[in-house]
């Protein structure tokens, strides 16, 4: 049954619940509960509500679309949330939907899994910050949050980390994150293409010794990384100094402070669902540890 969206808290405005037609590039989700979110379109500034099946249930401004979640949580009972999170932060060019496999993986686990999309080519990593405390706030009733994130969806977290804290944070695993920038951005950073199809927030994956994530702080939270690599001199692509992952090098992967460290022979576009790099995951999540063994290779 379609659910009424009140346009500015008066005249009801009618939706027709209807499947989204992709466009993520262009919506950031703004609030989560139990898979139902709320999100704004960055060009239009409305918002939507969708279902956890991705239908739309409502929309208008977020206090509309607020009040018909807040409906629906009494129409179907549903529980409020407690326990523990698991936020994931997908990378440029991506969705929510590249962490369908880890969400599978993670879920029996009894993770309240979050899977955030937002608008990585339309605004910069500072927005997206901003953006990431809007969802962390709305986790009303979780004890716990922890971070899995791959490539800039790491930047994210860090330029979080200067503006914002949470007693709730856990753990962070980055996968495949430029965490000394991409030095295939460098190669590219002039070419029109490049700049019109990636935006304003790939010019910040720069490397350089003066670039973004330069400015990044480290992490006061247990935090691990995972790097793709080739196990060669070469890696995988040899426009790129050193092992790589085809986009991102083992080195710019690595961060003083991490806990652990692990390596993946995996290409950077494959390193969600790679089923070593779900086991290390699971594994950090639960011990801190990627390895079975417990052992572990801080990066100092």
């Not at 977020?62 to 549903?78: G, N, P, S, V, Y």
């Not at 914002?164 to 962070?172: A, E, K, Q, V």
């Not at 980055?174 to 030095?183: D, H, K, Y």
């Not at 090098?249 to 779900?278: E, I, K, Y």
């Amino acid at each position: 049954m379609p659910l009424l969206s009140l346009a500015g808290g008066s005249m009801p405005r009618l939706n027709v619940p209807f499947p989204t037609m992709g466009g993520r590039q262009f919506w950031e989700d703004r609030a989560f509960f139990r898979g139902w979110r709320i999100q704004q379109h960055v060009l239009s500034g409305h918002s939507r509500l969708l279902d956890p099946s991705d239908i739309r249930r409502a929309w208008g401004t977020h206090e509309d679309c607020q009040k018909a979640l807040d409906q629906a949580r009494i129409e179907k009972q549903l529980e409020p949330m407690t326990g523990t999170a698991v936020i994931a932060l997908h990378g440029i060019l991506r969705s929510s939907k590249s962490w369908d496999a880890m969400r599978r993986f993670l879920e029996p686990d009894g993770y309240q899994f979050v899977a955030i999309d937002y608008p990585s080519t339309q605004r910069t990593i500072n927005q997206f910050a901003d953006q990431l405390q809007s969802i962390i706030e709305s986790l009303e009733g979780i004890e716990k949050i922890h971070f899995v994130v791959h490539s800039m969806g790491g930047l994210v977290v860090r330029r979080w980390c200067q503006s914002y804290s949470d007693p709730r944070i856990g753990r962070l695993v980055m996968i495949g994150t430029p965490n000394a920038g991409a030095e295939i951005a460098t190669m590219l950073r002039q070419n029109l293409l490049f700049r019109t199809i990636f935006g304003p927030a790939g010019q910040e994956l720069i490397a350089e010794p003066d670039n973004f994530t330069a400015t990044l702080p480290v992490p006061s939270f247990e935090f691990g990384v995972i790097a793709g690599a080739r196990g060669t001199a070469e890696g995988f692509n040899p426009l790129i100094p050193g092992d790589d992952d085809g986009i991102v090098t083992v080195n710019s992967a690595r961060l003083v402070g991490a806990t652990d460290s692990f390596t993946v022979r995996c290409l950077h576009s494959f390193q969600c669902w790679n089923p070593a790099a779900m086991e290390a995951t699971r594994r950090y999540l639960q011990t801190g540890a990627f390895r079975e063994s417990g052992e572990r290779e801080p990066i100092t």
